[in-house]
């Protein structure tokens, strides 16, 4: 039918900080674990909230 071009994994990163959390959460660290195990982070979201909420 057609060429298909050769592509691997790509991944947009979602990062939440809770502030009521009060652990380090380095998100260039996740960046780090999902390029090893070969996946390309091809963007990055962030956000905050106070609390996980059990609604969603």
């Known amino acids: 039918m057609f060429e ?3 592509v691997g994994e790509r991944a947009v990163l979602v990062h939440i900080d ?3 959390h ?3 959460e380095d998100p260039g660290e996740f960046r780090e674990l ?3 195990a070969g996946v ?3 963007s990055t979201v962030t956000g ?3 609390q996980p909420s ?3």
Do not use: M, N, Q
């Open 18 to 20: 809770f502030t009521a």
């Open 48 to 50: 905050s909230r106070k």
């Open 4 to 6: 298909r071009p050769d």
């Open 40 to 42: 390309e982070p091809v």
């Open 22 to 24: 009060d652990g380090t």
């Open 54 to 56: 059990p609604r969603f």
């Open 34 to 36: 999902v390029t090893s």
